[in-house]
């Protein structure tokens, strides 16, 4: 049976972006913009007809693209099997990226628990810049009390449930959480919390924009197993696996420093415990492997 691909232009990637945040409002579901929540409604629409389905789609490795303004091609299992990037514009290196948001250098970029910024500068282009919230290193005072966290707080707070006749609990993976603890999700994409109305998670928010120079220079992008945002940016050599020495019209090729690799490729960066793998060309996926 012959393949059938769908192509949705400007779909968007995982909205994740690079710098982990954990502040902002909780919600069961995460917060999109107007036009990303239509792209959503019109991919849903468009796979649904098709038979396919999305929902296994791991995109967070892919989020890079959309700072490069490439655009997924989408295969039969609903996931991108490649992306279509163009040369960067002047218009796309003269601004910032963030929640599918355009700013201009110089405006402020609205985070909870960061103050974030555009800079940048005509020969190296926009980046974002962030410095986050300075929260006192407190401990609890009473022993009966503990450090956490409200839904909508960038600080822990002393929490005492016995002086307020208060003690809510959550279960989650077989364990039990305190009101205001942190809870590790399986989805390293998803941040919760356990509040007096029980688990909420939401959204992780990353900033990849503040490595929105280097990705347009065509560095690697290096994530972690367990993370949802990059954690570095590499651009120098790599090792292991063999150029192709003519692409030709080959679409399903990877490429770095000029050099086009098939796709299946495994390449090394000259420092270890780093795995480039081209998966989703144009660009290697790389993984940092827990050791």
């Not at 990226?97 to 970029?109: D, E, P, S, T, V």
């Amino acid at each position: 049976m012959q393949k059938s691909f769908v192509y949705i232009p400007g779909w968007p990637s995982a909205k994740s972006y690079g710098k982990t945040i954990f502040s902002g409002e909780f919600h069961l579901l995460p917060q999109t913009s107007k036009m990303n929540k239509l792209w959503c409604i019109l991919t849903l629409t468009l796979l649904q007809i098709s038979g396919l389905s999305a929902a296994t789609c791991d995109l967070r490795y892919y989020q890079h693209y959309q700072h490069k303004g490439c655009e997924p091609v989408i295969g039969e299992d609903g996931c991108p099997i490649r992306y279509r990037c163009k040369p960067v514009s002047d218009e796309t290196r003269s601004q910032c990226l963030h929640n599918g948001i355009l700013y201009n250098k110089g405006q402020r970029i609205e985070e909870k628990c960061e103050t974030c910024w555009c800079e940048g500068n005509a020969l190296e282009g926009a980046f974002i810049e962030c410095a986050a919230v300075d929260c006192p290193d407190w401990e609890a005072q009473d022993k009966s009390c503990y450090m956490g966290y409200e839904p909508d707080a960038c600080c822990p707070t002393e929490m005492c449930p016995s002086k307020n006749n208060e003690k809510k609990t959550c279960g989650y993976g077989g364990k039990e959480y305190f009101k205001g603890q942190i809870i590790q999700s399986e989805d390293p994409c998803k941040s919760c919390l356990c509040t007096k109305d029980g688990v909420k998670c939401k959204k992780v928010n990353c900033l990849t924009g503040i490595h929105a120079q280097k990705i347009r220079k065509g560095c690697l992008p290096i994530y972690g197993e367990k993370s949802c945002c990059i954690t570095e940016m590499y651009c120098g050599d790599v090792k292991g696996a063999k150029p192709v020495t003519s692409p030709l019209e080959n679409t399903d090729l990877c490429h770095y420093h000029g050099v086009y690799y098939e796709k299946g490729s495994i390449v090394y960066p000259t420092f270890t415990g780093i795995e480039c793998k081209c998966v989703v060309p144009p660009d290697f996926t790389c993984l940092r492997k827990r050791s």
